[in-house]
């Protein structure tokens, strides 16, 4: 096994590489002055199974293709065979056609990834798990949550509420309360499937006097993540935190998170951030021992 960091990946490549143990060979890349990109192995990757590390977030189509000719090449080459370790997964949030008419975007990044030849990928927390699971492509979805309440616990917010920002997330605060044994509740959110945006509501949630994270799979802009702290800091939570496994921040996300009371924004290395302190390459590397 040889571990291929890719250009958007190369430290976390670098890190899964460490823990199994096994050599990494990154590409060469470089982006051509009209925005086309360029992808080239600098040593024989024929007869290896080589795993190819490269995240998805924004530039998420410059990404995209540079996942899409390293794949492709790794193939032409000869490996023996090819695993995508995609931790943070582009356009699976368009499932299914909630407005007639609409393209399905991961069905059509998938069959992009089969058309090359991918029977393998792992990812990291998914916005559609059970639709990668069905795609004819043998997928892992891991999860960070744990990773990222052990952050807390060793922080010493053992007995933190976990908090899910909305229905779909309960999962995740349930992971979570594993870890901190502080119990878990969920906000209510309702999504405008027009304007996309998303309205929080408290619900019955008892919080007065006690430290929250609220636990998420991805930050874009922030603005679903701004109301729920500035919910709960009316309810009368001592301190809100906030905890994401894809920080991806667009804007000035974090900022206006953190000036709605947040205390602090903690994300995983899917996406290198400045708030990025938790790395996914641990449970990464167990996977790959697994395959």
Known sequence: MIVVPGPASHDLGFKIANLLGVKAVPVESKIFPDGESYVRFTESVKDRHVVIVQTTSPPQDTRLIQLFLMADAAHALGAKNITLVTPYFAYSRQDKSFIEGEAVSVKTIIDLLKAIGVKKLITVNPHSPKFL??????????????????????????????????????????????????????????????????????????????????????????????????????????????????????????????????????????????????SVAPIIADALRRK
Do not use: W
């Open 133 to 278: 699971e069905k795609t004819g492509i043998k997928t892992m979805n891991l999860s960070a949550i744990s990773l990222l309440a052990q952050y807390f616990k060793d922080k010493g917010l053992s007995g933190a509420l976990a908090v899910a920002p909305g229905k779909r997330a309960t999962v995740m605060a349930v992971e979570a309360e594993r870890v901190l044994k502080g119990g878990c509740d969920c906000l209510k959110t309702k999504r405008d499937l027009v304007t996309g945006r998303v309205s929080v509501e408290a619900g019955k949630l008892d919080v007065k006097g006690r430290n929250v994270i609220v636990f998420d799979d991805i930050i874009s802009t922030g603005g679903t993540m701004v109301e729920a702290v500035r919910i709960l800091k009316n309810l009368g939570a001592k301190k809100v935190y906030v905890a994401c496994v894809h920080a991806l921040l667009i804007g000035n996300a974090d900022k206006k998170i953190l000036k709605s009371g947040a205390k602090k924004i903690v994300g995983t290395d899917t996406v290198p951030s400045p708030v990025s302190v938790v």
